[in-house]
């Protein structure tokens, strides 16, 4: 309550911001939301309720849980004013490394994961250095690594497919958190919701996350007023979190009723909220976006911009490494082509999702939404048969209209 009584107090103190001001502002953001909200009630109407069923809900987080976990490295490669187009061809190698590690020579996952961790951070800090020391563009480094990365996966699995993996192994991706309730109250919501089973760990875990989105924003809502700083207006403030904290409900309730949390959705969910404070309230986080925004002028502010580029890199590199792991454990076998053309993907959902071209503007949300974006887009289509051919060019329309959008505000800005 003090916190709802801080927000009523501030607001007499700020006056709000036009609706039509702010909307215009901050159209992306918005227009984003708004985008997945009809892509979703499109699908959902034109199969038929296929898109939103419960397994079909599980499908999709797990599909896309390799290309948030890249695109949250992108994110930051690309704010500070790179690309990465070897992420795809690092993963597929990664994976093909866990193969031959565990099948052909026996590792424990353990060992594998520090060792395909390891190289996917060496890998990374290996295209920073020349992008970073040797100011080669980025686009021209890791084109070579797309390149160079995807000849070593045909070499290390010899042209065929390795696998099965470890069962241990294999829950990373395809695992479940096992519910710690009684039966008996989930056998009594079972009947209440008219479903077979109710996982009140996911319920509780879901409603849990929920009251705390909305608690923080209002705790930021709070401070923003207090110190004067503008922010949006009360009621979009109320109709954001009211959409937000409904999909989140109702996606905890698909969750509940199939088979609970998927492991890797526990894994997209800490390093989502980790990159989140990282680029929103360190010092690291700032100094990636002045080198984005102005290269030379982060320079001379006494800014490291080559380590920073350079550690960009290595982090893209770890993450691409452990998407890696999760596409293997997902798919169960190693192949040749595993994370071919995965890459535009991630650069998509990274613009889609806000990112600015020129760098230095976008945020770990928007990259995760975007994401998510496109992953509806994919299973949607595929639910209604539309066409490998066909999905490749709406994709890249869609890719086109996010890139168009972004240039036609910086020109209206300026």
């Avoid at 008219?194 to 809502?221: E, F, K, P, S, Y």
């Avoid at 009621?235 to 949390?261: E, P």
């Amino acid at each position: 309550m003090a916190v709802v009584d801080d927000v009523d107090r501030a607001e007499e103190k700020v006056p709000a911001k036009g609706i039509a001001a702010y909307l215009a502002s901050h159209l992306r953001e918005y227009g984003l939301l708004l985008a997945l909200i009809v892509v979703m009630v499109f699908f959902q109407i034109v199969t038929d309720g296929t898109l939103l069923r419960a397994v079909n809900v599980t499908n999709l987080l797990l599909q896309n849980s390799y290309i948030v976990i890249m695109a949250l490295g992108m994110l930051i490669v690309i704010v500070s004013g790179n690309i990465d187009l070897s992420v795809g061809s690092v993963m597929g190698f990664i994976g093909a490394l866990a193969a031959v590690l565990m099948v052909h020579h026996g590792q424990s996952v353990l060992v594998t994961t520090l060792v395909c961790l390891g190289i996917g951070g060496l890998i990374g800090a290996a295209q920073g250095y020349w992008v970073a020391y040797w100011k080669i563009p980025s686009f021209i480094v890791t084109l070579a690594g797309m390149l160079v990365f995807r000849g070593l996966s045909l070499w290390l699995l010899e042209g065929q497919s390795v696998g099965p993996f470890p069962r241990e192994f294999q829950v990373i991706a395809n695992g479940f958190v096992p519910d710690i309730f009684p039966e008996g109250i989930g056998a009594a919501l079972t009947g209440l919701f008219d479903v077979r089973q109710v996982n009140l760990l996911t319920l509780a875990a879901g409603i849990a996350t929920t009251v705390a989105i909305v608690w923080l924003g209002m705790r930021q809502r709070s401070r923003n007023k207090v110190y004067g700083i503008e922010d949006e207006p009360f009621s979009f403030f109320v109709a954001r979190n009211a959409i937000i904290a409904a999909a989140l409900i109702f996606i905890t309730f698909k969750l509940a009723t199939f088979r609970g949390l998927p492991n890797v959705l526990i894994t997209m969910s800490v390093l989502t909220v980790i990159y989140a404070f990282i680029t929103s309230s360190t010092v690291i986080g700032r100094r990636i976006y002045a080198l984005g925004g102005n290269a030379k002028a982060a320079k001379l502010s006494g800014i490291k911009t080559e380590r920073l580029t350079f550690l960009a890199f290595t982090n893209m590199g770890v993450l691409a490494a452990a998407a890696g792991l999760v596409f293997a454990a997902r798919l169960n076998t190693a192949t040749p082509k595993a994370g071919f053309a995965l890459e535009l993907d991630v650069i998509a959902a990274v613009f889609i999702g806000g990112a600015s071209m020129s760098g230095g503007v976008g945020t770990i949300i928007g990259a995760v939404v975007g994401a998510f974006l496109m992953g509806v887009l994919n299973n949607g289509m595929s639910i209604m048969g539309i066409g490998i051919d066909y999905q490749q060019m709406i994709k890249g329309l869609v890719l086109l209209a996010a890139v168009i959008f972004d240039v036609y505000n910086k020109t209206k800005r300026g």
